[in-house]
């Protein structure tokens, strides 16, 4: 039997949409591993809206181009036979008026024209569609992604973003919001997935197709209640009917809100909210490590 | 002249369809003979994304050298473009009526995309 030793317990925090303090607690949480004497590494995967960076810093960041490959018509040796065309299932190169045209937004760099073209007429090229960027913050390694505005291709720069390697004991994924194919990209892999909503109808009716998408990959999960009101059980009540696990719920406090408008991290600026997230990090980590020890055994 | 025009069924008197990459299909008509046939796009109707552009590609091939319909999305436009084909849209009513209209020059051309992506 191969006795695989896993280096890394890897959290992804996602939520069903936008706004729902998720980055807060991605942040929040590796700076309380980290300050409990944990190799911790934050992975910020929400490329088309990154913010983690706004409060840990981004002083200092190396950063690379991420690019993708596209095919690149030599229109002398193309003679329109439309072979590529039928070749891409995405619709990114067609021969039109006896020549093949390109549309790198939709390709999605797979090389089945260039093999496809029996004129050897496509070569490939190259686009950017972002950056990576990666430094240590508060002693947090962090690596980010961003991309290029009006850019739709973003699993192959989240895939960068995810391939940082690390010795870290314990990495956290700060995954986008939603439900489509760059979060699956973001959550795939990790140990466990702590979904973050928030105790509103809207918030719960998303939570609920979060749910949906995270048992479709198989991971397990549990929820983290935002902005949670002293003594409302929407959410605990909604999430006891849906059989979803509770790990904890953070207070809607104004000062949390001000703290957050200044750049500020929540456990630096409230002692409160320091033990509260140690707590709440605490059981996660618990849960997250058992579910990874799990997975080594199967 | 052929020109194509999207329609919601297979004969002159059905109406326009106002999208062109999702369109049920196209009338292509030979306005000098007046010769017309149904060309159909179904295929493309449930694409999640290059409907536009294999919409183009489809009336391309059946040699047309204009196309009239609602609205154009900016991938079929330029598919369109390169293919030389002259569009024009805001089309309404039935098929029979915008080859008249056409034959009047009372159907406007653009030369841009009129919409954004996903109503192609
Ligand atoms: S590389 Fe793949 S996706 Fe891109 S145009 Fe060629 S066949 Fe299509
Ligand atoms: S397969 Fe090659 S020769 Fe044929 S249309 Fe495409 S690029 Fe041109």
Redesign the pocket.
């Known amino acids: 039997m191969k006795e695989e030793i896993r280096q890394t317990t890897t959290i992804a925090v996602a939520s069903g949409k936008g706004g729902t303090g998720k980055t807060t607690v991605a942040v929040n949480l590796a700076l309380t591993f980290s300050r409990a004497g944990k190799k911790t590494l934050l992975l910020d995967c929400d490329v088309e809206a990154p913010n983690a960076h706004i409060f840990l810093g981004t002083e200092g960041m190396e950063s690379s181009r991420v690019t993708v490959?596209?095919?690149v018509v030599d229109e002398s040796k193309c003679d329109g036979c439309g072979a590529?065309g039928k070749?891409?299932?995405?619709s990114?190169?067609v021969s039109l008026g006896g020549k093949a045209l390109?549309f790198p937004s939709l390709?999605?760099?797979?090389?089945?024209?260039?093999i496809a073209c029996p004129n050897k007429a496509i070569s490939e090229g190259e686009r950017e569609i972002g950056a990576a960027f990666r430094g240590m913050f508060h002693g947090v390694d962090f690596a980010y992604g961003k991309l290029r505005i009006g850019e739709a291709m973003s699993p192959p720069l989240i895939r960068v973003v995810k391939k940082f390697k690390s010795d870290a004991e314990l990495a956290i994924v700060d995954s986008p919001p939603g439900t489509s194919c760059p979060v699956v990209q973001s959550v795939r892999g990790s140990d466990y997935v702590a979904l973050v909503t928030e105790p509103t109808p809207f918030g719960l009716h998303d939570l609920k197709l979060a749910v949906e998408m995270i048992r479709e990959i198989g991971i397990p999960f549990g929820c983290i209640v935002n902005r949670a009101e002293a003594g409302d059980r929407l959410a605990h009540d909604f999430c006891l009917e849906n059989d979803i696990p509770v790990i904890g719920a953070i207070p809607d406090d104004r000062r949390a809100a001000e703290a957050y408008s200044r750049g500020i991290p929540l456990i630096d600026a409230l002692p409160d909210f320091k033990l509260l997230f140690e707590e709440l990090g605490g059981k996660l980590i618990e849960t997250a490590e058992a579910c990874a020890r799990k997975e080594v055994r199967r | 002249m052929k020109i194509a025009i999207t329609s919601k069924g297979n004969t002159v008197d059905s109406p326009v369809d106002p999208r062109f990459g999702r369109a049920a299909g196209f009338m292509v008509c030979d306005i000098d003979t007046g010769e017309c046939a149904y060309k159909d796009n179904a295929q493309n109707l449930s694409a999640s994304q290059g409907a536009g552009i294999q919409s183009a590609k489809n009336v391309a091939d059946s040699g047309v050298s204009a196309i009239v319909t609602g609205h154009c999305g900016p991938k079929a436009f330029s598919a369109l473009k390169a293919a030389g084909i002259k569009i024009y849209t805001g089309a309404e009513g039935t098929v029979a009526e915008n080859i008249e209209k056409f034959k009047a020059g009372s159907v406007k051309e653009i030369d841009n995309a009129d919409v954004e992506g996903h109503w192609s």
Request: net charge positive.
């Open positions: 490959r596209v095919p590529c070749a891409c299932r995405f990114a190169i390109t390709c999605h760099a797979c090389g089945g024209c260039v």
